[in-house]
């Protein structure tokens, strides 16, 4: 499976262009580069024992069942997140040299689900809870966004308020968070996300900036870096 990415005549090195667009195009440091190849190898010998042999054949039930499959193992729900991401990294990737022609992975949701809470926002109180930013000004779109990003990716307040514009790629659908002891990983952005993060962008931060060179993606009133303690009296 692997000689399918990685070597063989006439066909792309695409393991290779994958972990290279990793730390080119995304600039993910070397650790999580090799941490997403070990995922793609896991899910590869997977595919394997399924008498898959090639990964672009795979389908989105085999994804599902392959983390399945690491949660009985006892894997970490963060371990099994990482692997998710990586995989829709990769599928988003061949998508995009295309190699394939539909994305198998971009409608999984994250493992979160399998995480058991105390308490879950029913569906009704989210979308009121984003709608409560409809406000047209600088504030009101940098925390619509803001809500956007915080639901779509389920980052810790901290993480969302050290995000830099060069961490977010709109065009890809992506952005790197730090989390605790400075661990890098990828969360993808759905299209409300991406689209609430433009608007913000072309409406909201200009205003707030004031011709500042500021690397903070979300900014306060007065244009400095968002703290975490002014995201959670927002949300």
Do not use: H
């Not at 995009?96 to 879950?120: F, H, K, N, Q, Y």
């Not at 409560?132 to 389920?154: F, H, N, W």
């Not at 980052?155 to 968070?177: F, H, I, K, P």
Request: proline share 3%; charged share 30%.
């Amino acid at each position: 499976m692997l000689r399918e990415i990685s070597r063989g005549p006439r066909k792309e090195n695409l393991s290779q262009s994958f972990l290279e667009w990793l730390t080119v195009e995304l600039g993910l440091r070397p650790n999580t580069v090799k941490a997403y190849a070990r995922d793609l190898r896991k899910f590869s010998l997977f595919l394997e024992e399924r008498g898959i042999s090639r990964l672009k054949a795979a389908r989105a039930d085999d994804i599902v069942d392959f983390l399945s499959q690491e949660k009985e193992k006892g894997r970490a729900v963060t371990t099994i997140g990482r692997s998710l991401v990586a995989l829709k990294m990769f599928y988003r990737f061949l998508l995009l040299e295309g190699l394939i022609s539909r994305d198998i992975a971009s409608t999984l949701d994250s493992p979160r689900m399998w995480r058991r809470l105390p308490e879950v926002l029913e569906a009704g109180e989210v979308e009121r809870l984003l709608a409560a930013a409809e406000a047209k000004s600088e504030l009101g779109y940098r925390d619509r966004a803001l809500l956007e990003v915080l639901y779509a990716t389920g980052a810790r307040a901290q993480e969302v308020a050290d995000l830099t514009l060069s961490a977010v790629n709109l065009d890809y659908g992506y952005a790197r968070c730090i989390g605790k002891g400075e661990k890098e990983r990828i969360v993808p952005l759905g299209k409300p996300a991406i689209s609430a993060i433009k608007e913000y962008l072309k409406e909201g931060r200009p205003k707030l900036v004031r011709g500042r060179s500021e690397q903070w993606l979300f900014l306060s009133r007065t244009g400095r870096k968002l703290n975490r303690e002014t995201i959670w009296r927002l949300v």
